[in-house]
């Protein structure tokens, strides 16, 4: 079969690409570049393409049965223009452009995040309330706004669905994201404290296997939430250090102190240009949802693995990969990542 991927060198991409190669699909890999660590394959085909680009698209997406839509920006500022037009417009380009390919199926990967993390119940699944309100951080408004920008090419006749993952995590990452950036720093032993935060995080692997799963069983039209599991920050953190042999991270800093310590910190962190000290960062931590997977689990068959794995396989990555800086000598561990052939 022949699906295509846009963002296909990303964090999701590199994973989903060697996994469909491993199935026996030809890809067409969609980015704006292809870069050093791009999966090499007979089967796989890239294309330089921007998602704004149609007519492009369209072309790259000839005689294409299936197209994972993955490009995305992530930020944790409050408002970012060129990443409310990616993660808005962006979608919309990309299926109107697959609508005209005639595709057969389109799998929008959109986050948890599309829905408000602030419930009362304390429990995210697809029937909660959605990021609508403008105080919400632009990825949440974003990320809602794009799935309904697909809706309305839902409406004029293009199948597709939805899945929304949570905090992905895990091997191979040539980046780093977020996540895996903070555990690698974890495992070297350079963090001596961290924040309490509690959030569902899931293996990347196992996002692959859901949109996957999702283009074969899923419901034109429905949302499926790709949740993983429960995981303390901190403990993940001393977990990596663990297998490392490092220093582990001491204690927690309450949320109670770091809300006081925002109003003052988010101005200089903007100022050294970087988001990770916000309103919105500090805010994922406080809601800590329970995300309940249980839709995507009956209808598409999905089951996530334990976080004690990835945790283990992330480490072993990062050696393999050289980008430990030393050896971890109490990992003894190895990971099986699927790879192109």
């Known amino acids: 079969m022949k699906v295509a991927v846009t963002g296909a060198?990303?964090?999701?991409?590199?994973?989903?690409?060697?996994?469909?190669?491993?199935?026996?699909?030809e890809v067409i890999a969609i980015d704006r570049i292809s870069p050093a660590h791009a999966t090499e394959s007979s089967r796989v085909t890239w294309v330089a393409a921007d998602i704004f680009d149609q007519e492009a698209l369209a072309d790259a997406f000839a005689g294409v049965d299936t197209v994972?839509?993955?490009?995305?920006?992530?930020?944790?500022?409050?408002?970012?223009?060129?990443?409310w037009k990616v993660n808005t417009e962006g979608v919309a380009s990309t299926a109107r452009a697959a609508l005209k390919a005639g595709v057969r199926r389109f799998v929008h990967c959109s986050s948890i995040h599309s829905f408000d993390q602030y419930t009362d119940s304390g429990i995210v699944d697809e029937t909660s309330k959605r990021s609508e309100d403008p105080k919400l951080p632009v990825y949440d408004r974003s990320k809602w706004t794009g799935e309904q920008e697909l809706r309305k090419v839902i409406a004029d006749g293009l199948d597709a669905v939805i899945c929304n993952p949570t905090g992905v995590y895990g091997p191979v990452d040539h980046g780093l994201s977020r996540i895996n950036g903070m555990l690698r720093d974890a495992a070297q032993g350079k963090v001596p404290m961290f924040v309490e935060g509690t959030f569902d995080l899931v293996d990347v692997r196992d996002v692959v296997r859901g949109l996957i799963l999702a283009a074969e069983k899923g419901k034109t039209g429905e949302n499926y939430l790709l949740g993983g599991e429960d995981v303390r920050l901190i403990d993940a953190m001393r977990t990596v250090a663990d297998l490392c042999g490092r220093f582990r991270p001491l204690w927690a800093l309450p949320l109670s102190v770091l809300k006081m310590i925002v109003p003052i910190a988010e101005p200089i962190s903007n100022l050294l240009g970087s988001d990770l000290v916000s309103r919105a960062s500090i805010?994922?931590?406080?809601?800590?949802?329970?995300?309940?997977?249980?839709?995507?689990?009956?209808e598409l068959g999905y089951h996530p693995r334990p976080s004690a794995e990835t945790l283990a396989d992330l480490v072993a990555f990062l050696a393999d990969s050289n980008q430990m800086g030393k050896a971890c000598p109490k990992s003894g561990q190895r990971f099986e990542a699927v790879t192109a052939s």
């Open 9 to 25: 060198a990303g964090f999701v991409g590199t994973n989903l690409v060697n996994q469909l190669v491993a199935n026996g699909h």
């Open 68 to 83: 994972y839509h993955l490009v995305a920006m992530i930020t944790l500022k409050q408002q970012d223009e060129l990443a």
């Open 283 to 298: 805010a994922a931590l406080v809601a800590q949802p329970t995300v309940d997977a249980s839709k995507a689990k009956a």
